[in-house]
């Protein structure tokens, strides 16, 4: 229940999630690539194989221009005419008009979904184009007419479409879940974190004005992290980041730290209501919760009360002395013991300790009663075992007052409870019969002393 476990429970959702996010939009855009270069270079490698090179030349460059967005070419090549030996620098030659400039040096990776096609592999790279753009190709050859196709299109525009796609889902998601928890989208503009999602309109409402989206500048301090503060509302959060490479985004995963409190808190009661039901005797286990009224600091039980039916009518904690355990575990955050009246006004022994990260307060008590009773039973059976296995005439007894509170005005034997066993049975009257003598009278009385006779 500790932060560092929470947060680290946090961190690998968003990483899961992010993990799952990345990968799907390269992989579905590099076989959509290679499937569709295969599909095209089909076509029209039937029809350049049947005569009609031009109409296939002019297909592409029509497609270039007019069918095809910004950011998608088909290219058709081919190894330059009348070259004997094939080698992985033979020169290659464009058929179709290019739709971007070239740069006036030739990135040496540029042309390989080409050169790979022309060489009769089909499949995808990601990688600069010739223009020196990244992109993502797809490639296939073209076998009858001895042609490679390449079917690209520049990163950015996959990017842009793919993330527009991820927060229309992340949107929905937001709204269907009725809590502080947002899932979120950004990327990185010149140092500042853009929103690509929708902010959630109920969690909106709660800024105070404009909403200051720089708050989320922190999930943009590297590749992957966590963060507990301010948000954009300005409330305090326990969020998570994971940066997406392939998409050159962040996803962000928060909650209201709030409700991660309130959270932990439900479950700490029920797992320690069901732990107390179980203790022997007058062991009582039970968590409170500081709670702020009106500025002034209290405490809550989160768990149940193992003993409440027997505060009465006024009701448990009625003593003012009652709650000082819990009050000190979950106000003060100390971890220590007392002795004084419980929440039923019983004499009880309580240690208790807190856990900070949810101002939170664990007591364990039990009765100062069965406590002395422990005791008192350990000291009778030592008492009585030494008795039993002595080899001389030395003899320990106990015993206690009837009445404990007239323990000073004992008269005799009679108002005597003798706890250890006689190794030998007295004789006629019994032990010390209505005597008001003996060292036991004495003991209890409060004086000390030898008595021989």
């Avoid at 088909?74 to 033979?90: A, D, S």
């Avoid at 947002?182 to 105070?208: F, H, I, R, Y």
């Avoid at 001389?392 to 007239?406: A, K, V």
Wanted: hydrophobic content about 40%; glycine content about 8%; charged content about 10%.
């Amino acid at each position: 229940l500790d932060s560092a476990t929470t947060t680290a429970s946090f961190l690998s959702a968003v990483q899961s999630s992010g993990t799952i996010v990345d990968t799907l939009f390269l992989q579905s855009n590099q076989l959509t690539m290679a499937h569709t270069a295969g599909t095209l270079a089909t076509m029209l490698d039937h029809l350049w194989a049947s005569g009609l090179n031009g109409t296939v030349l002019d297909v592409v460059n029509y497609m270039n221009d007019f069918a095809m967005g910004e950011g998608w070419e088909i290219v058709l090549g081919r190894f330059v005419p009348n070259t004997i030996n094939i080698t992985n620098t033979t020169p290659m030659q464009f058929l179709s008009t290019l739709k971007y400039p070239k740069p006036a040096v030739a990135n040496p990776l540029a042309g390989i979904p080409l050169r790979r096609a022309l060489n009769g592999i089909s499949g995808y790279v990601l990688g600069p184009d010739y223009a020196s753009i990244q992109v993502i190709a797809g490639h296939h050859p073209l076998p009858q007419s001895k042609l490679g196709l390449v079917y690209k299109c520049q990163l950015t525009v996959l990017q842009k479409n793919f993330l527009a796609q991820i927060s229309s889902a992340i949107n929905t998601w937001n709204v269907v879940v009725s809590s502080s928890l947002e899932m979120m989208l950004l990327t990185n503009v010149n140092g500042a974190a853009q929103v690509l999602t929708n902010l959630d309109p109920l969690l909106v409402a709660q800024c105070s004005g404009a909403c200051d989206l720089s708050a989320m500048n922190f999930a943009l301090r590297g590749s992957q992290g966590t963060y507990t503060g301010p948000d954009y509302r300005g409330v305090t959060v326990l969020a998570a980041y994971t940066y997406l490479p392939n998409l050159n985004a962040t996803l962000v995963l928060k909650v209201d730290l709030s409700q991660v409190q309130a959270t932990l808190l439900e479950r700490i009661g029920t797992a320690v209501s069901a732990t107390n039901m179980k203790l022997p005797g007058t062991k009582d286990l039970f968590v409170s919760h500081k709670v702020v009224t009106n500025g002034t600091a209290g405490i809550k039980f989160v768990s149940n009360l193992k003993f409440a039916s027997q505060c009465g009518a006024s009701g448990c904690g009625s003593n003012p002395n009652a709650a000082v355990a819990a009050r000190r575990s979950a106000i003060n955050c100390e971890q220590g013991y007392i002795i004084q009246q419980d929440y039923r006004n019983h004499a009880a022994f309580a240690g208790y300790a807190c856990i900070p990260e949810i101002e939170c307060g664990v007591v364990m008590k039990i009765d100062s009663e069965e406590v002395a009773q422990g005791c008192q039973d350990f000291c009778v059976e030592y008492a009585n075992d030494l008795n039993e296995n002595s080899t001389s005439s030395l003899q320990l007894e106990l015993g206690r007052p009837y009445n404990l509170s007239l323990a000073a005005s004992v008269q005799s034997y009679a108002d005597i409870q003798m706890l250890t066993t006689p190794r030998e049975p007295c004789a006629g009257g019994g032990c010390w019969p209505n005597s008001s003598t003996g060292p036991m009278v004495e003991a209890i009385r409060g004086a000390g002393g030898v008595v021989v006779g």
